[in-house]
């Protein structure tokens, strides 16, 4: 009987222990849970960049659909962006409102600081166009063309923006024109510095559209302020405003190529994006390889989204093209 016994006791005793085990390493499991999670979430990737939105994504709803462009602001807030980039000619209606430019323009930006400040986005930088060509080989009309672009550089500074996106088109030979857009920036380029104002030149069709011409122009203006704002799109040297998407792109320049060129003067940069496909991607512009040339550079600043293709709404274009950055951006090494 006391044999019998300690058998007993023995088997509750060897329970006890499994049973021990097993909670035990239960709740080592349990503890484990929380550290598993955090590194999943230590995983995801803040992008490099702040996501700010191009006026020119909304261009059809401004001038054909009766959508105000003042506002703009409370749009790009909505849509979850963090700052916005005026487009100058979208204005053009508002600078009529009074007799005197000067009412007019003070009018508009007194609103448009208003606008910003009540949905809280920054504003980034104003695209000027229709102002003149500042590469223009005639010296009347380039001194006509700095002048009509300073009011901007005012503009931008009254806003906050840090700079202004400028044109350098002109007619001549490569070297001819590389001159004058020498001439014109540095001049353009010495008034801006006074107002703490930077002027960028988009690769925005003709020379411009060849990354190198344009690289060499910054590098002999040699100007802290004066630099480049890269459009993924605009490679195109035989169209107006160089979109590759045109079907009259004769001379295409590599967009690779080229947004690595400029990205050392870089102080904004424009995600164009035309339709997308079934993937939700560019067939034209693989968007990862782009980032990964912008970040390499060392590019931290806003990325403006700007849509221009037809298979989409503005809206959902504007959407899809954020949400392909993001989607980019965290496949980058």
């Not at 999943?40 to 959508?67: C, D, R, T, Y």
């Not at 690779?256 to 940069?269: H, N, R, T």
């Not at 782009?290 to 293709?309: R, S």
Request: proline share 3%; aromatic share 10%; net charge negative.
């Amino acid at each position: 009987m006391k044999k019998a016994n300690i058998m007993v006791k023995g088997s509750y005793l060897l329970m006890a222990i499994l049973m021990f085990t097993f909670f035990s390493c239960g709740n080592k499991q349990k503890e484990a849970t929380p550290d598993v999670v955090n590194e999943e979430v230590e995983e995801v990737k803040e992008p490099f960049f702040k996501l700010s939105l191009a006026q020119w994504s909304l261009h059809n709803a401004i001038q054909e659909e009766g959508m105000s462009p003042y506002d703009f602001a409370q749009k790009a807030s909505e849509l979850g962006f963090e700052g916005i980039e005026y487009v100058s000619q979208l204005y053009t209606d508002e600078l009529k409102k009074d007799a005197d430019p000067k009412v007019a323009m003070d009018m508009m930006l007194k609103i448009l600081k208003e606008k910003s400040e009540t949905y809280n986005v920054t504003n980034v930088l104003i695209m000027v166009d229709e102002e003149g060509d500042l590469a223009t080989l005639n010296e009347e009309e380039q001194a006509q063309t700095i002048e009509n672009h300073k009011k901007w550089v005012d503009a931008a500074k009254f806003l906050g923006c840090h700079s202004i996106r400028v044109n350098a088109h002109g007619v001549g030979t490569a070297e001819e024109v590389a001159e004058a857009a020498v001439k014109g920036l540095t001049a353009l380029s010495t008034y801006a510095a006074t107002q703490g104002i930077n002027v960028l030149v988009e690769n925005h069709g003709e020379y411009t559209s060849n990354g190198q011409w344009l690289a060499e122009v910054m590098a002999r203006v040699n100007m802290p302020n004066c630099g480049t704002l890269p459009d993924f799109g605009n490679f195109c040297m035989t169209e107006g405003y160089g979109s590759i998407n045109s079907e009259e792109c004769e001379d295409p320049y590599d967009i690779y190529k080229g947004v690595g060129e400029l990205m050392p003067y870089a102080k904004a940069v424009s995600a164009k994006s035309y339709d997308f496909d079934e993937n939700g991607k560019q067939p034209k512009i693989d968007y990862t390889k782009m980032l990964q040339i912008v970040k390499d550079a060392g590019y931290k600043g806003f990325i403006g989204v700007e849509y221009e293709g037809e298979n989409l709404s503005e809206i959902d274009g504007i959407n899809a093209t954020k949400k392909l950055l993001l989607d980019s951006a965290a496949k980058l090494k």
